[in-house]
Structures are given as C-alpha cells and as structure tokens.
C-alpha cells in the first residue's frame, strides 16, 4: 500500500465486527503470546478505548489503551494520561505507516486533561522499540521480571507537558 493513498481508515472497534479480524491479526502474529480467551477478556475490558486499522473492510491493524490516573504529591493535582495497552498491524501490512497513524490518532487524544501516553516494551522487542522511538517516544525506566516470561519490559513515555517528569506518589 502506498502511505499516502489514504485507504487506510482509522476508526473505534466495533467488537461484534471486528472480533474476527482482531483475532485472526493477533493470533497470524509470530510474536502472539496472548490466548484468544485473554484477548476476549481485554477486549471487553476496552470496547471503548480500542481502535482498527480497516482497509479493503477488514481490520488489518488494533491498538488498545485505557485512561490511567496519577495522584501527584501534596499541592498538584491529579494528572491523567493513556496506557497504551497493545498494538498490533498484520505482518504482510507493516512498515506502510499504519501503526504510525493509529499512534497520531491516540496522540491526537492529549490535551490539557491528558498529557501523557506510556507503554511497556518487552527488552527484546527491537522492532517495537524502534517504532515508538521513532513516534517521538523516549525511554524512562527499565520495568524488571514484570513480563509473562519472567523477562523485562522497557517503560516509554510521550509527554506533551514537560511537568509531567514530577515523580508520581500513587498511580491507578
Ligand atoms: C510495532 C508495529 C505495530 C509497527 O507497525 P507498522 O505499521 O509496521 O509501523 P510503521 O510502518 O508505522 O512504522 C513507523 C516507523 O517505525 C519504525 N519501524 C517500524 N517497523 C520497523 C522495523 N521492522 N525495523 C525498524 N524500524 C521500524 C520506522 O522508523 C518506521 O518509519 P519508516 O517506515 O519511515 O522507516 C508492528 O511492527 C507490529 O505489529 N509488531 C508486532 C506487535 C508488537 O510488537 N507490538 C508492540 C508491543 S509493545
């Protein structure tokens, strides 16, 4: 596909519609390690923060995200931003522009209530570390055992606000 064709459409996730596509995406992956039982379950859990990638009336691309909340020490407020949950583009449509476009899409989300979005890479995940590096994307702390496998992950953040590097007191 040609990046600038615009046949590519960003758009929510219609579970009903588009479970079949999700699935069949998550589970071609080579990197899947997600049974489609978990899938179901994270899917009900963020009907209203997933996004496809539809092109030809399919979804060839998702990523999921919820609203996270961080409560900031005495005298700051609350400050919201995203956890980007997962992203996922089928093999034969990566390297199009297509998870990069989804990432605008949840980008474009921020503003003064929400400035941040963070996402947990696992360590070995050249290609995905490459990818939000290059979404504008920085390291911020390497997350230990905390993945299935027992292996890191690497914690990245998108800031829009440069206050956003206060250190935390409670996260939910
Ligand atoms: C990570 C992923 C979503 C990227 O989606 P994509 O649609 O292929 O990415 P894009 O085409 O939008 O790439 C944007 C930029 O990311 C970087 N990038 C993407 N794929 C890359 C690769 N294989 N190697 C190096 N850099 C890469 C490049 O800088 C690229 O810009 P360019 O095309 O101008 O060079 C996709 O590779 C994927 O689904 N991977 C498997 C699932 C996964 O690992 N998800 C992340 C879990 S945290």
Redesign the pocket.
């Known amino acids: 596909m040609d990046k600038e064709s615009g046949a590519t459409r960003i758009r929510p996730m219609d579970i009903g519609r588009d479970m079949h596509s999700v699935l069949g995406t998550e589970q071609a ?1 080579s ?1 899947n390690t997600t049974t489609k039982e978990e899938l179901l379950r994270r899917l009900r859990r963020c009907n209203s923060a997933a996004m496809v990638a539809e092109q030809g009336g399919g979804a060839v ?1 998702f990523l999921f995200w919820r609203g996270k909340r961080i409560i900031r020490a005495k005298g700051f407020g609350p400050k919201r931003g995203i956890h980007l949950i ?4 089928r093999q034969e ?9 989804m990432v605008a899409e949840l980008t474009s989300k921020l503003g003064h209530n929400r400035t941040w979005i963070e ?4 360590e070995t ?1 050249r ?2 570390l ?2 939000f590096r ?2 504008g994307f920085v390291e911020k702390q390497v997350l230990q055992n905390v993945l299935k496998n027992g292996g890191n992950a690497i914690l990245m953040h998108y800031n829009i606000a440069e206050s956003d590097d206060v250190k935390p007191d409670i996260v939910v």
């Open positions: 992956s990197e691309g997962s992203i996922m583009v449509y990566r390297k199009q522009g297509i998870g990069a476009r996402v947990e890479v696992p995940n290609v995905a490459d990818f290059s979404q």
